[in-house]
């Protein structure tokens, strides 16, 4: 097991893919930190599973853990949320040495991430994604947040981890759903910097799921190390289909679609704009909706699903600037550009043809 090394602005951390890695965290971290006392922040559905293990480990290797769960679901990603596992925090006495470590998926990672970037000012944290969206893109890259009732993480900070430690084992527990909507974020990895990963993609093995996993990490951790704050624009390639994914999951009041499925819905939208504003080939934009639909992710909306709600979403995003869209296109399979003549009009025009 090779660590996938990740540069982001000065700080440099680790990202290790493998089987059986919960087991040793607690060792993994004796590496890391000195400090004994730690909270485990999970979820309802994923403490149970895992947290035993973790807790363990930990504890095994001297650490003194305190596990806080929140229940599972978009909605836990508050500030009100925050503030009550920063409460339990402090009743358990943890201090500036201690650190955080993310158990569970996206949801939990980001709000994990997030109390670490603001309990006393800022303490470490270990990204332990447990979902296959989680461990190929949240986990990676440092930004932390929480999501407002204008729209999803408007509040956050870059938090970059300690050790990101990915244990690919978890994703036996997935359901099919949660599985799925992991390969939404490897798709769009794809398609905007690896052709060849998109090829691999037409003849998945599941046996080749670690492999995988580990070249998404890469790819993602590439972009980072060029744009850790999204200043150049190279990170915003990162949010390729996610203009109008957010504002699908916002629309649909975080209710209707999984963040996998709305992405995919956002991709069909940003293929759609790309065939006319980028020059992206009707044969490549056919086959990455196939792509999409061969892993069983939605590609066009219900019927009667408010599509007016997503044009109002769209105004909160934080990819607008200075009220101007910011939006990423792909010229061809492996490549990605962020647009300046993209206009609303263009986007409601992909948003009603879903």
Not at 49 to 78: D, H, N, Q
Not at 118 to 146: C, E, F, M, N
């Amino acid at each position: 097991m090779t660590p996938i090394v990740i540069q982001a602005g000065s700080q440099k951390y680790e990202a290790l893919v493998g089987s059986r890695l919960l087991e040793k965290i607690g060792a993994l971290l004796a590496e890391k930190f000195r400090g004994p006392a730690c909270a485990i922040v999970s979820d309802g559905n994923v403490a149970p599973l895992f947290a035993p293990t973790v807790v363990r480990s930990l504890t095994e290797a001297g650490f003194r853990p305190v596990l806080i769960t929140v229940p599972a679901g978009e909605p836990s990603k508050s500030l009100r949320q925050a503030e009550k596992i920063c409460d339990q925090m402090i009743a358990a006495g943890l201090d500036r040495s201690s650190f955080v470590v993310a158990l569970g998926g996206g949801v939990v990672g980001d709000l994990a991430g997030f109390v670490a970037a603001i309990y006393h000012r800022g303490i470490p944290h270990v990204q332990v994604p447990t979902t296959l969206l989680a461990q190929v893109d949240s986990s990676i890259g440092g930004k932390t947040g929480v999501n407002t009732v204008a729209g999803k993480n408007l509040i956050g900070v870059f938090h970059q981890p300690t050790l990101v430690i990915s244990d690919v084992d978890s994703l036996a527990t997935l359901p099919p759903r949660e599985w799925k909507q992991g390969f939404a974020e490897m798709i769009k990895h794809a398609i905007i910097r690896d052709a060849a990963m998109f090829e691999t993609l037409q003849h998945f093995d599941r046996k080749e799921i670690a492999a995988l996993v580990r070249r998404n990490v890469e790819i993602k951790a590439a972009i980072v190390a060029a744009d850790e704050r999204e200043t150049t624009g190279e990170r915003a390639l990162l949010n390729f289909g996610h203009t109008v994914g957010h504002a699908i999951e916002r629309a649909g009041e975080y209710r209707d679609f999984l963040h996998g499925e709305a992405v995919s819905l956002g991709i069909v939208a940003a293929c759609e704009i790309s065939t006319r504003r980028a020059g992206l080939s009707e044969t490549a934009r056919g086959k990455i909706v196939r792509t999409l639909e061969a892993f069983d992710l939605p590609t066009r909306l219900p019927a009667n699903f408010p599509r007016e709600k997503i044009i109002e979403a769209i105004q909160f995003d934080k990819k607008f600037e200075r009220g101007a869209v910011r939006f990423v296109v792909t010229p061809a399979i492996g490549s990605a550009c962020v647009a300046t003549d993209v206009t609303m009009e263009d986007v409601e025009t992909a948003i009603a043809a879903l």
